[in-house]
């Protein structure tokens, strides 16, 4: 794999300037601001994820107000005793997206941010707190223990919520294919262990967050 100081020459290469570059790159939230989030706020933004997938964004976010409204402005006590017959009726609300599937997803989720909270005392501790050298390891936890956060949508959760990390995206995996870091998308322990590992000594050479160097990355692949 190449170092660092190609993937920066590259880019500035690519973009003209420093300052092109660094327009293009996400800034990632603090362990404080991570830590500040509400619990509320963690399961709205878990359940934007969860409804984004597989739609436009833009349809769901436009009907976002509408859930706010119908799941309590997503306050975990009153959304995780939300049963059966509640959800069922909310099928015939046509403010909102209706899929049976995601709708149960929020209380269940709303239970998982209730036991890390009385473990962690906040959802926002976990996430602050999860070093991003083992970013892989909280997608994996966020997959097991929340509802409908498989594939891609732990690290599009963390990187909407703020929290440092990369995304396997097509581009992405092309640029690590070419760089024989992987021969295909990173889903087996070995192979998002590599990625990892080229990540946080990409990260140790520069000092720039996962999330730079993903996009970073992701721009080496000509389209």
């Known amino acids: 794999m190449r170092d660092y100081?190609?993937?920066?020459?590259?880019?500035?290469n690519r973009f003209g300037s420093v300052a092109e570059l660094e327009a293009r790159l996400p800034q990632p939230r603090s362990d404080a601001e991570l830590r500040g989030l509400s619990d509320d706020r963690y399961l709205s933004l878990i359940s934007l994820r969860v409804f984004r997938a597989g739609l436009k964004h833009s349809l769901v976010d436009a009907k976002w107000p509408a859930f706010e409204e119908v799941f309590f402005g997503f306050d975990p006590e009153k959304v995780v005793l939300m049963g059966g017959e509640r959800l069922e009726n909310?099928?015939?609300?046509?403010r909102l997206i209706r899929h049976l599937g995601k709708l149960k997803s929020v209380p269940r989720?709303?239970?998982?941010?209730?036991?890390?909270?009385?473990e962690k005392g906040s959802f926002g501790a976990l996430i602050a707190d999860w070093p991003v050298t083992d970013i892989v390891g909280l997608w994996k936890y966020l997959?097991?223990?929340?509802s409908q956060l498989g594939?891609?949508?732990a690290p599009r959760l963390l990187r909407?919520?703020?929290?440092?990390?990369?995304?396997?995206?097509?581009?992405?995996?092309?640029?690590?294919?070419?760089?024989?870091?992987?021969?295909?998308?990173?889903?087996?322990?070995?192979?998002l262990a590599a990625v990892q590992a080229a990540f946080n000594?990409?990260?140790?050479?520069?000092?720039?967050p996962l999330s730079q160097l993903s996009v970073m990355l992701a721009h080496t692949v000509n389209h």
Not at 5 to 12: R, S, T
Not at 201 to 208: D, V
């Open 5 to 12: 100081k190609w993937l920066n020459e590259y880019c500035l």
């Open 90 to 94: 909310l099928m015939q609300d046509a």
């Open 109 to 118: 989720n709303a239970q998982f941010i209730l036991d890390v909270r009385k």
């Open 143 to 146: 997959a097991k223990h929340g």
């Open 151 to 153: 594939g891609l949508s």
């Open 160 to 191: 909407m919520v703020g929290k440092d990390t990369f995304i396997p995206s097509d581009d992405m995996v092309a640029a690590l294919k070419a760089q024989g870091i992987i021969d295909k998308a990173p889903t087996s322990l070995k192979d």
């Open 201 to 208: 000594q990409w990260h140790e050479q520069s000092g720039r």
